[in-house]
């Protein structure tokens, strides 16, 4: 007995509650009409109808690469020296010639004195030779006078005579140690300058690599200093590519790092050599940075125009739209918008590049695509730049009568 009333209470509760569903759904209708029509037929939504068509393109590379460094060098030393000073540190300002570091120069100052009292000892023997020559001179002379009067025998003037050569010889000799003197002299004077180094270029400090008190020699940097007033950017061309470039082709850059801007290059240098293992050639891209905006090693984007056209499918900017990262177009069908995926590629102005999955002439939703929904129709009011004006496709005539109805429905509503 106990089973069956369970049995009625369930049924009972079940009659309850789908009543009341019944009666809510008719309060809700009833309050908002609209949302019941749009539930039943969708939304009709008033859009211009474009197609796809055949266009030229202009033939854009799209690579990618980093800023680096126009010019940069690795500041040395040309002698071995312990760091005595060291004027700059990173990110500071330096123009060529600017006293960058010294070194401890007191062992070649000592050279050079060494030098120089070594170029007066030679200097004062070949002094002495010379007036040794000035007598020897005076003696041949004297010994000739004596010969010629028969005081002398030919065999003594003969020693006269090589007395005088031997001391021309002695004068030479002294001649050449002054100036093998002096030019040591000069070699420790050019060392000695040489522990002061000074820049060889105008830029920025880029990196610093030893401190004060550290034994240099010439093999060790000190300063790395870099010019960003002109940037380069290295970028891997494809082997079919590489034949349409020329030095020149302007390029427009981005820079992850500054979005929303592009900035100018122009291609600068071609290698001549592909790399065999990627059949890639090396082009360098130089980009102006006057303000020294730009800082080594930004990655940057490069749309690269090698300045041929190609033909390409195009679409308006307008009509593109995306199911969450897939994007797509919606094709018109009748009154209905149909979704369809698609390739695209490069975007130049207001046309979209379409790769696969659209042929030339199908007529696509333009201006007014991203505010349909799943379900909606479409009433087609204006074509979308110069396409010329599309028929209305909205169904059989019932289906006008049924729209027609509604719309006036929702004037009245509206006017209540």
């Known amino acids: 007995m106990w089973i069956k009333r369970i049995i009625w209470i369930v049924v009972g509760a079940g009659l309850v509650f789908f009543a009341g569903m019944r009666i809510y759904e008719i309060q809700e209708k009833q309050a908002n009409p609209k949302a019941a029509k749009k539930k039943k037929g969708g939304r009709v939504v008033t859009v211009a109808v474009t197609e796809a068509r055949t266009g030229e393109l202009r033939d854009v590379l799209l690579l990618t690469g980093a800023l680096k ?188 790092a500054i979005p929303g801007e592009t900035f100018t290059g122009r291609v600068a240098r071609i290698a001549p050599v592909l790399d065999a293992a990627t059949r890639t050639a090396l082009v360098e891209i130089d980009v102006p940075n006057p303000g020294n ?57 207001q046309n979209v590049e379409v790769l696969a999955n659209l042929e030339s002439g199908v007529k696509i939703v333009g201006r007014g695509a991203t505010i349909l929904e799943e379900g909606d129709r479409i009433n087609v009011a204006v074509p979308s730049g110069n396409e010329k004006p599309t028929p209305d496709h909205s169904g059989s005539p019932a289906e006008k009568g049924e729209r027609s109805a509604q719309q006036s429905a929702e004037k009245r509503q509206s006017t209540e």
């Open 293 to 349: 905006l730009f800082k080594a090693e930004m990655f940057v984007r490069i749309r690269l125009d090698t300045g041929a056209l190609r033909s390409a499918i195009l679409i308006p900017r307008e009509g593109l739209v995306y199911r969450g990262t897939q994007p797509g177009v919606y094709v018109v069908d009748g009154n209905r918008p149909v979704f369809r995926a698609i390739e695209t590629g490069l975007t130049r102005e």
């Open 69 to 256: 460094p126009k010019e940069q060098v690795d500041v040395t030393a040309k002698v071995t020296g312990r760091l005595e000073n060291l004027y700059f540190q990173i990110g500071d300002p330096i123009r060529e010639g600017d006293l960058i570091a010294e070194l401890d120069d007191d062992e070649i100052q000592q050279q050079v004195n060494r030098a120089t009292a070594s170029i007066g000892v030679a200097r004062a023997s070949m002094q002495q030779r010379e007036a040794e020559l000035q007598n020897a001179m005076v003696e041949l002379n004297r010994a000739q006078s004596l010969l010629d009067d028969g005081l002398i025998s030919p065999q003594d003037f003969a020693a006269a005579k090589t007395r005088l050569d031997v001391v021309k010889a002695q004068v030479e000799f002294a001649r050449a140690q002054t100036e093998q003197t002096e030019a040591e002299l000069r070699e420790l004077k050019i060392r000695l300058e040489q522990t002061k180094i000074y820049a060889p270029m105008s830029g920025f400090v880029a990196t610093r690599f030893v401190d004060v008190g550290a034994l240099i020699s010439p093999t060790t940097p000190l300063l790395r200093i870099v010019n960003l007033s002109t940037m380069v950017t290295l970028a891997n061309v494809p082997e079919r590519n590489i034949g349409r470039l020329r030095i020149g082709n302007p390029a427009e850059i981005e820079i992850d």
